[in-house]
Nanobody
Framework: VQLQAYGGGLVQTGGSLRLSCAAS????????MGWFRQAPGKEREFVAS????????YYGDSVKGRFTISRDNAKNMVYLQMYSLKPEDTAVYYC?????????????????WGQGTQVTVSS
């Protein structure tokens, strides 16, 4: 499956952005999906994940209460709504797919990755 993430950009501290990830195949609806991010010089970090049905969601500690992950299986889309953005949220954000998974926070659980979209939060 091919994934395309988009929606990044430049936003001021406290602002909001919604990232989107489009999947190329209907089998997307059976995959757990995750968002990860990587800032320059840092390791890839788990942001959020969602089960195939959307019934379960998981968040990294640094984004809990500020970010919301959701999906629309009819449209083969997953979203990351980000509120109250901080400069430390600046990173390239990646969406990833885990066939048959539950939404693990471990990046090595995901078989397919999108190309990433840059989010920059100015102070």
């Amino acid at each position: 499956v091919q994934l395309q993430a988009y929606g990044g950009g430049l936003v001021q501290t406290g602002g909001s952005l919604r990232l989107s990830c489009a999947a190329s195949e209907p089998t997307f609806s059976t995959y757990a999906m995750g968002w990860f991010r990587q800032a320059p010089g840092k390791e890839r970090e788990f942001v959020a994940s969602i089960s195939w049905s959307g019934g379960s969601t998981y968040y990294g500690d640094s984004v809990k209460g500020r970010f919301t992950i959701s999906r629309d299986n009819a449209k083969n889309m997953v979203y990351l709504q980000m509120y109250s953005l901080k400069p430390e949220d600046t990173a390239v954000y990646y969406c990833a797919a885990d066939p048959g998974g539950w939404g693990s926070p471990a990046s090595n659980a995901y078989d397919y990755w999108g190309q990433g979209t840059q989010v920059t939060v100015s102070s």
